[in-house]
């Protein structure tokens, strides 16, 4: 990795691709221009990277991998939400960017072996939890079932459907996908309304069961509390959140929730370290 050698130094990475996913969502394949940076950067599933923006500024956004590029070589799918991300929308391939990281703290990946695992998110929640899902995939046979369940507002709205249809097709693997508006289309079972529709046909081993969520935090406090209330242990359900992260270290304070530090103590964290906080309004 690059940090914590150099945390408040952005290096440079060139775009090698760039892709629209959707007409507000696109994907950024980098490139670390150093070549000796490139062989220390390494990252866990669940961390972020600070991309900067030349003249205008960062934004934290997780780091997806894909098993179909070489080692030094990574992405970030990124919503257009903000000023710094409508720039980001107008970059092209060949173009640079600042990266600083990988920051934060990484999805159970190897304390889930062995278990039942449900990755369960909303709208772009399935970003940060890409490198999780194909990490688990590339060792198939150290998890039990897998389940992927994507929830989005319009059928129409479905990115990655590539990496659905493969996940789909590996046994023991299932893609669930909800919508509360439009019509079911593609290979996956489809429900009408919120994630949380299918976890009542998800077939568990409750007490072995491993729970990853992003989305909306009152989709992750429904996912769960769901979970938690048919058996599965509330240590094993795991959310991640977002703030406002400007530093990513934990100094200039930005995205202090309680006594977290959301950008070095999370995002990722175990359920009952965040629930009382999430509880909170305006925390």
């Known amino acids: 990795m690059i940090y914590p050698q150099d945390a408040y130094l952005p290096h440079e990475a060139e775009i090698i691709d760039f892709i629209d996913d959707a007409p507000d969502i696109f994907?950024?394949?980098?490139?670390?221009?150093?070549a000796d940076l490139r062989q220390k950067y390494s990252f866990k599933p669940g961390q972020f990277n600070m991309i900067?923006?030349?003249?205008?500024g960062e934004v934290a956004i997780s780091i997806v991998?894909?098993?179909?590029?070489?080692?030094?070589?990574?992405?970030?799918?990124?919503?257009?939400?903000?000023?710094?991300?409508?720039?980001?929308?107008q970059l092209k391939k060949g173009q640079k960017v600042g990266i600083r990281g990988p920051f934060g703290s990484s999805w159970p990946v190897g304390e889930a072996q062995g278990k039942d695992v449900v990755i369960m998110t909303g709208g772009l929640g399935n970003a940060p939890l890409v490198a999780a899902t194909?990490?688990?995939?590339k060792n198939r046979e150290a998890y039990g079932r897998i389940y992927v369940v994507q929830g989005v507002r319009h059928s129409e709205g479905l990115?990655?459907?590539?990496?659905?249809?493969?996940?789909?097709?590996?046994?023991n693997t299932q893609v669930i996908v909800t919508a509360t508006e439009g019509e079911p289309f593609g290979p996956w079972q489809w429900y009408k309304g919120f994630v949380t529709e299918a976890v009542k046909d998800l077939k568990?081993?409750?007490?072995?069961?491993?729970v990853m969520s992003v989305g909306p935090e009152i989709m992750m406090k429904n996912v769960a509390r769901s979970f938690i209330d048919i058996g599965v242990p509330?240590?094993?359900v795991f959310v991640s959140l977002e703030r406002s992260m400007k530093c990513a270290i934990g100094h200039c304070g930005h995205c202090q929730m309680g006594k977290e530090?959301?950008?070095?103590?999370?995002?990722?964290?175990?359920?009952?370290?965040?629930?009382?906080?999430?509880?909170?309004?305006g925390v």
């Not at 194909?134 to 995939?137: A, C, D, Q």
């Not at 568990?204 to 491993?210: G, K, M, R, S």
Request: hydrophobic share 35%; charged share 25%.
């Open 204 to 210: 568990l081993d409750y007490q072995n069961t491993y």
């Open 261 to 281: 530090f959301v950008c070095k103590d999370g995002a990722v964290y175990a359920y009952p370290q965040v629930e009382k906080l999430l509880s909170i309004k």
């Open 52 to 56: 900067y923006l030349y003249g205008v």
């Open 134 to 137: 194909e990490m688990m995939l």
């Open 27 to 34: 994907t950024l394949r980098l490139r670390l221009c150093d």
């Open 234 to 236: 509330e240590h094993q």
């Open 159 to 171: 990115i990655y459907q590539d990496k659905y249809t493969r996940w789909n097709a590996i046994p």
């Open 65 to 89: 991998n894909d098993r179909e590029f070489n080692h030094d070589v990574f992405e970030h799918t990124i919503q257009v939400v903000g000023r710094i991300t409508q720039g980001m929308h």
